[in-house]
Nanobody, 115 residues
Framework: QVQLQESGGGSVQSGGSLKLSCAAS?????MAWFRQAPGKEREGIAD???????TYTNSVKGRFTIARDNGKGTLYLQMNSLNPEDTGMYFC????????????WGQGTQVTVSS
């Protein structure tokens, strides 16, 4: 019913910026961005709740900004001051209901940051 499609990943040098987009079809509720580095578990890095309030993991605070365009059904992640430890596969996730766990996932988009 709900489909998520990430885009905007790529390769940049340290200090560069990227803007990720997640196009969502169907009903959209609470959404988040996750990432997974090689050999590591997937971690949540930013999310937005039903009121539009945003939360960030400490490692990206001040550098990443999550935003949601409800009219377009699109979630964004603006990433600035990127460093090599930001390298990984980035995933968009959606909760069908905000009290549930994340049960819809995109295919992921690769972000590579070189020093």
């Amino acid at each position: 019913q709900v489909q998520l499609q990430e885009s905007g990943g790529g390769s940049v040098q340290s200090g560069g910026s990227l803007k990720l987009s997640c196009a969502a079809s169907g009903d959209t509720r609470c959404m988040a961005w996750f990432r997974q580095a090689p050999g590591k578990e997937r971690e949540g890095i930013a999310d937005t709740d039903s009121q539009g309030l945003t939360t960030y993991t400490n490692s990206v605070k001040g550098r990443f900004t999550i935003a949601r365009d409800n009219g377009k059904g699109t979630l964004y992640l603006q990433m600035n001051s990127l460093n090599p430890e930001d390298t990984g596969m980035y995933f968009c996730a959606l909760k069908r209901y905000c009290w549930s766990g994340y049960n819809y996932w995109g295919q992921g988009t690769q972000v590579t940051v070189s020093s």
